[in-house]
Structure formats: structure tokens, C-alpha cells
Nanobody, 118 residues
Framework: QVQLVESGGGLVQPGGSLKLSCAVSRSIFGIAAMGWYRQAPGKQRELVATITSGGTTTYADSVKGRFTITISRDNAKNTVYLQMNSLKPEDTAVYYC??????????WGQGTQVTVSS
């Protein structure tokens, strides 16, 4: 069974930090890239950051220099992380983990809420 399990969201003050995690079950094979998207109320889902299996990263202009995407691998699963620093109210959104296989099939997590507010 394919599973992407996200964790780490929550409420944080402006300027604060959060780290999101997404555990990806090894039943997903042939992974080309992993990443994070977000969707704010009334807005379309947008790319936040991606990382390929070779380690190449891509970031939205709005998060460059503040967010860092990394991955770890062990025998049981892959995990993709998103370290978010210097958070702003406009970063408030539901954050979704995603995995894309080499055949372009994409999987999504259930989403985790991030709220930046004083």
C-alpha cells in the first residue's frame, strides 16, 4: 500500500521555524523526485521545493534562502524533510508532500497545516 505520512505542521510566530517530515513507504519504486507543495485558502496549489533522486533541488522564489529540502533513506523508507526558517504570515497554508516516479505517476500526502501568526 502506497503511503506518504506527513508530520511537523503547527502554529508558529512570524520569524519562527518549523520542520516538516514526510515518510514515504518503500512500496513506491523508481522515484524520480520528492517535494513539497502548498495551498493557501482561495489559492491554487503551488510548488514550494523539490529534490530529485540525484539531489538536485528547486525552490519557489518566495522561499529561497529560508526553506531547505532534504531527504534521507534507510532500508524501510525514504523520508523527505522541509526545514522552514524565518516564517512569514504568507507562508500559512496546507503543505503537501509529493512523490513522482520516473513514469510520471505522482502520489500525494494528506497535507499538514502550517499557520504563521502572532
Amino acid at each position: 500500500q502506497v503511503q506518504l505520512v506527513e508530520s511537523g505542521g503547527g502554529l508558529v510566530q512570524p520569524g519562527g521555524s518549523l520542520k516538516l517530515s514526510c515518510a514515504v513507504s518503500r512500496s513506491i519504486f523508481g522515484i524520480a523526485a520528492m517535494g513539497w507543495y502548498r495551498q493557501a485558502p482561495g489559492k491554487q496549489r503551488e510548488l514550494v521545493a523539490t529534490i530529485t533522486s540525484g539531489g538536485t533541488t528547486t525552490y519557489a522564489d518566495s522561499v529561497k534562502g529560508r526553506f531547505t529540502i532534504t531527504i534521507s533513506r534507510d532500508n524501510a523508507k525514504n523520508t523527505v524533510y522541509l526545514q522552514m526558517n524565518s516564517l512569514k504570515p504568507e507562508d500559512t497554508a496546507v503543505y503537501y508532500c509529493t512523490v513522482e516516479r520516473r513514469d510520471s505517476l505522482r502520489f500525494w500526502g494528506q497535507g499538514t497545516q502550517v499557520t504563521v501568526s502572532s
